[in-house]
């Protein structure tokens, strides 16, 4: 396997082609305008700066497309950058193309969508069932494809199902414990809970917000879709209700996102169990970066922190 961006050494000098995942112009305290550019390749991505733009290179270094370039690897205020020196677009000649550079789920999706749809059928609750198997069949595709964020966690091609994948075995485990959950409930609000991401992002490559995303955002589209299935399904049991309410307050708190807290216990459980699978899905990759002995960039959606991983590990 070649190596990845993120295998270099600060200080390393690299000549690498590598994938524009978003590209955002600011100015600089001497009034000239650059952009930051978060390049990636399928080890993860590193941020960059491009000095002394002109409108044409806000086109050209934009984000979804292939560049070459010469830099070094270093160590700017905490966090590894890429310090470029050379930069140019690819070109058909290069031979490199988009999957190249993607970074995608650790399992495939054939195995992701078998054990989501065997979850659904162990579900007793044929409303709930109902439900939650005619919305995936409704967004299967995206949801297979999709990241499940722009930044922060499972940000990658595929990241929303293996979020969803992670989540039901976490609540299979926990429901196991506690028996008195309503496994139902728990499996159908796991699926259904970042599914409205499908359509408040833009794709799978280099995913950015759409009008809907910015306007309304993942938790409303979903609450919505969830009624609209349940009219064209007929469904008008308190199931409709309780799985919109999964949804609507699956991130806790209002300044979190939630329109309401979590009022039945699986939405409790529901909101840990969210919480948990993504914080440690940023920590293992932020820990992915380091040596035994040495400590992460911060992490900034966990408080800012740096994370240090003990000698022994392996």
Known sequence: MAKGILDYEIGDQVEVFLLIKSSSKGIASNGKP???????????????KLWDVSEG??????????????????????????????????????GVQLSDFLETAPIGQ??????ITQYIFDMKNPNIQRLTRHLLKKHHQAFLEFPAATKNHHEFVSGLAYHVVSMLDLAKAISGLYPSLDTDLLYAGVI??????VIELSGPVAASYTVEGNLLGHITIMVTEI????????ISGEEVVILQHLVLSHHGKAE?????????????ILHYIDNLDAKMNMLDRALARVKPGEFSERVFALDNRSFYKPVFHK
């Open 192 to 197: 259904l809970h970042d599914l409205g991401k």
């Open 34 to 48: 650059f952009l930051t550019l978060i390049l990636q390749d399928q080890s993860g991505d590193i941020e960059a």
């Open 256 to 268: 979190w996102g939630s329109p309401k807290p979590p009022m039945i216990k699986e939405a409790e």
């Open 110 to 115: 054939d195995e992701m969508s078998s054990k």
């Open 57 to 94: 290179d806000e086109i050209t270094y934009g984000a979804e497309n292939i560049v070459k370039v010469l830099g070094d690897i270093q160590n700017y205020r905490g966090r590894t950058q890429l310090k470029i020196r050379q930069i140019r677009p690819s070109s058909t000649s290069d």
């Open 227 to 234: 009624g609209k299935a349940a009219e064209e399904l007929d």
